[in-house]
């Protein structure tokens, strides 16, 4: 077994760095999450009002729109919006955190 060398990059301040650098990662992912989400729901009742009212009211779309259909184009564009909110978010969490760094004292 290899001993523990001084300069090693597992000494307990490269851990604490490392478990700060975690959390740091955690935080962002969690924020993109909870935008992402927000977005989702908001674009969920944007879509689903419009879809659902022509669905109902034009001849077309009550002829070629069941169900299915509705569900699909509401639950696509939830999609969409969740996943490009929660990456610009985290994407901005991330270029936040790259200018601050985190100092070694606040450990």
Request: charged letters at 15%; a positive charge; one cysteine or more.
């Amino acid at each position: 077994m290899a001993k523990n060398v001084g300069g090693s990059p597992f000494e307990s301040s490269g851990l604490a760095a490392l478990d700060q650098k975690l959390a740091m990662a955690k935080r962002c992912s969690h924020e993109g999450v909870m935008a992402g989400a927000k977005a989702a729901v908001v674009a969920s009742v944007a879509t689903a009002i419009p879809t659902i009212a022509s669905a109902r009211w034009l001849p077309w779309a009550k002829a070629n729109l069941n169900h299915t259909a509705q569900a699909l184009i509401i639950s696509t564009v939830a999609g969409a919006a969740y996943f490009i909110v929660a990456d610009k978010t985290i994407l901005a969490a991330a270029r936040r955190n790259s200018f601050n760094k985190p100092s070694t004292s606040d450990v």
